[in-house]
């Protein structure tokens, strides 16, 4: 079983020296020792006026936590991001289709498809999305839709 939040909206870090982050959505709350660096991209899982739930999809830095997007004197610290489709000289290579069920990849997995976040939570990173299988074996029948990027599901029994 699966519980899905979806949500595609992904935010990049600009703010000089990155941003800090929380363990809660109160601006009281505990501050992590280390920082979202600038250039980070996360996925928004919730998202509070300002206030910014996120799982960190690309760079270094906390793997998730709260951030806010207006520094206290106002300031943009994240802006929306939409990715782009590179342009080569030469095709890409093809890649395999993304796993038929949720695999725990390590985070420096080249081609990764799924992060793993706190307590059993997955984020969807691969830009082509994810299938779905109706079974847990790789031969049982595909569901019509795949799981788009950013979706996070929780795992289940």
Not at 70 to 88: I, N, W, Y
Not at 113 to 124: E, F, I, M, P, Y
Request: proline content about 7%.
């Amino acid at each position: 079983r699966l519980a899905m939040a979806v949500c595609n909206q992904r935010w990049k870090v600009c703010a000089e020296g990155g941003v800090p982050v929380r363990t809660d959505l109160r601006i009281s709350s505990e501050q992590l020792p280390e920082r979202l660096p600038r250039g980070a991209i996360v996925s928004e899982l919730e998202r509070a006026e300002a206030e910014l739930r996120y799982l960190r999809v690309s760079s270094e830095g906390p793997q998730t936590g709260w951030v806010s997007v207006l520094s206290e004197g106002g300031a943009v610290q994240l802006e929306h991001f939409v990715a782009t489709k590179r342009k080569t000289a030469e095709p890409a290579p093809a890649r395999p289709p993304p796993a038929a069920r949720l695999i725990k990849a390590a985070p420096e997995a080249e081609g990764q498809q799924l992060v793993v976040s706190n307590g059993g939570r997955w984020a969807v990173v691969a830009e082509e999305g994810l299938v779905v299988r109706r079974g847990q074996r790789k031969t049982s029948q595909k569901v019509e839709e795949r799981l788009p990027a950013g979706v996070v599901v929780e795992e289940g029994e």
